[in-house]
Structure formats: structure tokens, C-alpha cells
């Protein structure tokens, strides 16, 4: 199985956090082939990079979510996680079928750069966590919003191109969003 490195960077670590929740329960990880689509063509390797960014992401994106729900002192903060929860589930299923489609295998635990992420979100509570978390979820909307405008505007599959289309206005929402509770915590 060919996996592909990520950037360990803080950026690319969490760049595609808005799209995909529950790809390892989709099965993912058991897929075929990850360089052969479902018609038997390639995908390039930009479209498999995408795909794994995005499943990591937001695998990412539910766990801090659902971290937030359980540590944090603000209700728009826990409102935020369930919001993160919720719509990233909700992308990660639409992804893992695309995905599955085109028997790309992806991502079904987090790299050890996410794992960190949230390992150090979990160490924290109330208002430390609020702030924390909230300057984690500006960050990473901001880079995932950039990952899926790229993928958008250039992407070779029209299945993943379409996919980062309709689901960008929902990641731009969640950067303002995250941006207006960030700046009512200070």
C-alpha cells in the first residue's frame, strides 16, 4: 500500500480539517489500490494528496471538535466543537464515498503531527482550552480553505474538483465563524 508524506508543518498539518470526519468507519483504510480509480485511470498525484490531507484533516477537525464539546468553558466554543463535529462527519462521509469510488485508499488514524494536535488540545480545560482551540481552528480553516480553493480551481478528477467546490462555502463559513468566537474570547 503507497501511503504519502505530509508536511509536518503547522500549516499543512491541519490543512484540510474542514472535510472529513469518518473515513476509517467508511472502511477506507480497506480499500484497494490507491493509484487506480474505479474507470481504471490514475489519479493524479495532486488529487491523492488531496484526499489525504483532507481525511486527516478532518478526522482532526471531529476529535478537536468533540474534545471542545467536553472542555470548553465558553458555550460558543462548545457550540463551535459541535458544529466542527457535525459537518466535517457529514464531508468526511461524502468524501470517504468518492474516495471508495475510486478505490483510493486513505488515511484511517491520524499522523503523528495531528495526534499531537490534539494530544495537546486534551491537556487543557476552560478558558485555556477556549483559547487554545479556537486559535487552532482559525489556523486550520484558514489552510484548509486554501487546500480546497486549490483543488477547486485546479483539480484533474471531477468527482474531488466537484466535491472541494460545494464544500468550500461551508469551510469559508467556518473560518468567520471561528474568527468571531476567537476574537469574543479576548
Known amino acids: 500500500m503507497k501511503r504519502f508524506r505530509m508536511n509536518?508543518?503547522?500549516k499543512h498539518a491541519s490543512m484540510a480539517i474542514a472535510?472529513?470526519?469518518?473515513?476509517?468507519?467508511?472502511?477506507?483504510a480497506q480499500a484497494a489500490d490507491p493509484m487506480t480509480s474505479a474507470s481504471g485511470g490514475n489519479l493524479s498525484s495532486d488529487d491523492r494528496s488531496f484526499v489525504e490531507k483532507?481525511?486527516?484533516?478532518?478526522?482532526?477537525?471531529?476529535?478537536a471538535g468533540k474534545l471542545a464539546q467536553q472542555k470548553a468553558s465558553s458555550p460558543a466554543v462548545k457550540d463551535f466543537g459541535a458544529k466542527m463535529v457535525a459537518d466535517h462527519s457529514k464531508a468526511g462521509?461524502?468524501?470517504?464515498?468518492?474516495?471508495?469510488?475510486?478505490?483510493?485508499?486513505a488515511p484511517g488514524t491520524l499522523?503523528?503531527?495531528?495526534?499531537?494536535?490534539v494530544d495537546k488540545l486534551s491537556e487543557?480545560?476552560?478558558a485555556d482550552f477556549d483559547k487554545a482551540f479556537m486559535k487552532q481552528m482559525v489556523s486550520d480553516h484558514k489552510s484548509t480553505?486554501?487546500?480546497?480553493?486549490?483543488?477547486?480551481?485546479?483539480?484533474?478528477?471531477?468527482?474531488l474538483k466537484s466535491f472541494a467546490g460545494n464544500t468550500l462555502p461551508t469551510l469559508q463559513e467556518h473560518l468567520k465563524?471561528?474568527?468571531?468566537?476567537?476574537?469574543g474570547l479576548k
Open 8 to 10: 509536518t508543518t503547522r
Open 19 to 28: 472535510a472529513l470526519g469518518l473515513c476509517a468507519a467508511a472502511g477506507l
Open 54 to 63: 483532507a481525511t486527516i484533516g478532518g478526522m482532526t477537525e471531529v476529535q
Open 93 to 105: 462521509t461524502e468524501l470517504a464515498r468518492i474516495a471508495a469510488a475510486k478505490s483510493v485508499t
Open 111 to 117: 499522523d503523528k503531527s495531528h495526534k499531537s494536535d
Open 124 to 126: 487543557k480545560s476552560g
Open 145 to 159: 480553505v486554501s487546500l480546497f480553493e486549490k483543488e477547486a480551481k485546479s483539480g484533474k478528477d471531477g468527482d
Open 177 to 183: 465563524m471561528a474568527q468571531s468566537v476567537s476574537d
